[in-house]
């Protein structure tokens, strides 16, 4: 059923606007139409990174499941982990419609959605309503209205401290006016004290620490780049995921949709993001995790992020294009490239193209 995805499912999918088929894939994770992808496990593939082992380094970035409502059918696809998300304290409506857009031959997605989200209290119930069994992040963001932007990403943390295997921190998406003036260094520091502050305080009445990383941007300066490395090793952050979604609409071909507002996202995205992604694991050292994403489509280009510098990878976008057996094949092919490569562990393949990475010119 998930291989017949490319000639069957997604041309009827592609009949509907892209968000009216983004809730029909939701409904479709739901109803359990999709079966399990039933993966060999392989030891080689497992990571542990900020004190949690992930099973494979393969993961759901946040963008998809906004509502925390398929997190488990996201994990019997293949993922090693799902992010869910972004959350903000209060409901929110987001952005007008149309917001998100397929470029098809640029297997590329163009969105403003604005962190369109039913709120912490609908998503924290459904997630406590999960069985145990398998890492799932939530990412917390702030609404669009919000007097005090950093109060509501506290909130964030002290509303899922019990639900959260990790948190992301959501400062990058160009779709909330001012948001990504949160990477400014200033901003960032207070914003890292008071949400680190928030996650040890839960620590301490729970008894469970919970990684937090930070997500950023793909359009950042050098110098923004100098700044972010420098908060994130000052207040001993737990990782960081490189990257959001760019404002560039550089080398797109389909120049009828590139003109729309929003984030770019998917294939035209792989090479941006992964030189930001060697850039600041150059600046942060070998010991603080990256999670890499932009442009992941294949088991190849999945392990050059990780020989960019990634501990783990996410997706999102291709798999508007390649269907549910996307993170399965990935997985799979990730086990054949170590038969190729004769490693032990993939984790040994991180950085191993880090100085190419670091040459590109993007």
Same mark, same amino acid.
């Given at each position: 059923?998930?291989?017949? +995805? %490319?000639?069957?499912?997604?041309?009827?999918?592609?009949?509907?606007?892209?968000?009216?088929?983004?809730?029909? *894939?939701?409904?479709?994770? %739901?109803? /359990?139409?999709?079966?399990?992808?039933?993966? *060999?496990?392989?030891?080689?593939?497992?990571?542990?990174? $900020? /004190?949690?082992?992930?099973?494979?380094?393969?993961?759901?970035?946040?963008?998809?499941?906004?509502?925390?409502? =398929?997190?488990?059918?996201?994990?019997?696809?293949? +993922?090693?982990?799902? !992010?869910?998300?972004?959350?903000?304290?209060?409901?929110?409506?987001?952005?007008?419609?149309?917001?998100?857009?397929?470029?098809?031959?640029?297997?590329?997605?163009?969105?403003?959605?604005?962190?369109?989200?039913?709120?912490?209290?609908?998503? +924290?119930?459904?997630?406590?309503?999960?069985r145990p069994g398998g890492l799932v992040g939530v990412n917390i963001g702030a609404?669009?209205?919000? !007097?005090?932007?950093?109060?509501?990403?506290?909130?964030?943390?002290?509303?899922?401290?019990?639900?959260?295997?990790y948190f992301t921190v959501n400062i990058s998406s160009p779709n909330t006016p001012?948001?990504?003036?949160?990477?400014?260094?200033?901003?960032? $520091?207070?914003?890292?004290?008071?949400?680190?502050?928030?996650?040890?305080?839960?620590?301490?009445?729970?008894?469970?620490?919970?990684? =937090?990383?930070?997500?950023?941007?793909?359009?950042?300066?050098? !110098?923004?780049?100098?700044?972010?490395?420098?908060?994130?090793?000052?207040?001993?952050?737990? /990782?960081?995921?490189?990257?959001?979604?760019?404002?560039?609409?550089?080398?797109?071909?389909?120049? #009828?949709?590139?003109? !729309?507002?929003? /984030?770019?996202?998917?294939?035209?995205?792989?090479?941006? *993001?992964?030189?930001?992604?060697? #850039?600041?694991?150059?600046?942060?050292?070998? #010991?603080?995790?990256?999670?890499?994403?932009?442009?992941?489509?294949?088991a190849e280009t999945a392990l050059e992020k990780i020989r960019a510098g990634a501990?783990?990878?996410?997706?999102?976008?291709?798999?508007?294009?390649?269907?549910?057996?996307?993170?399965?094949?990935?997985?799979?092919?990730?086990?054949?490239?170590?038969? #190729?490569?004769?490693?032990? *562990?993939?984790?040994?393949?991180?950085?191993?193209?880090?100085?190419?990475?670091?040459?590109?010119?993007?």
């Amino acid at each position: 059923m998930i291989d017949a +995805f %490319k000639t069957f499912a997604r041309r009827g999918l592609f009949l509907f606007d892209a968000e009216t088929a983004h809730g029909m *894939s939701i409904t479709a994770l %739901k109803s /359990g139409i999709l079966p399990a992808c039933r993966l *060999s496990s392989d030891r080689r593939l497992a990571v542990t990174v $900020a /004190g949690l082992r992930f099973p494979n380094p393969l993961g759901m970035a946040a963008g998809y499941d906004k509502n925390a409502e =398929v997190p488990d059918a996201l994990l019997r696809l293949g +993922f090693g982990f799902a !992010e869910v998300g972004t959350l903000t304290p209060k409901p929110q409506s987001g952005n007008p419609k149309p917001r998100i857009f397929r470029l098809e031959r640029d297997m590329a997605v163009i969105n403003r959605l604005g962190f369109n989200n039913e709120g912490h209290e609908a998503a +924290f119930t459904r997630l406590t309503a999960r069985r145990p069994g398998g890492l799932v992040g939530v990412n917390i963001g702030a609404n669009k209205d919000s !007097e005090d932007r950093i109060g509501d990403y506290v909130l964030g943390i002290r509303r899922f401290q019990s639900a959260a295997d990790y948190f992301t921190v959501n400062i990058s998406s160009p779709n909330t006016p001012g948001l990504r003036d949160l990477q400014a260094r200033e901003s960032l $520091a207070a914003l890292l004290s008071a949400v680190l502050a928030a996650r040890d305080e839960g620590a301490t009445a729970t008894g469970k620490r919970r990684p =937090v990383f930070l997500k950023i941007a793909p359009d950042l300066t050098e !110098e923004g780049m100098d700044d972010i490395a420098a908060e994130a090793l000052a207040h001993d952050l737990d /990782g960081l995921i490189v990257s959001n979604t760019t404002l560039s609409r550089e080398g797109l071909s389909d120049a #009828r949709l590139a003109g !729309e507002a929003g /984030g770019l996202s998917g294939r035209p995205l792989f090479e941006k *993001s992964t030189a930001v992604l060697a #850039r600041m694991r150059k600046r942060v050292g070998a #010991r603080l995790p990256i999670i890499g994403v932009g442009g992941v489509s294949s088991a190849e280009t999945a392990l050059e992020k990780i020989r960019a510098g990634a501990d783990l990878v996410q997706l999102y976008s291709c798999m508007v294009y390649e269907g549910p057996g996307l993170p399965g094949s990935i997985v799979r092919g990730l086990s054949a490239l170590m038969d #190729r490569e004769k490693v032990n *562990s993939i984790s040994d393949l991180r950085d191993s193209r880090l100085d190419h990475w670091l040459a590109a010119k993007v």
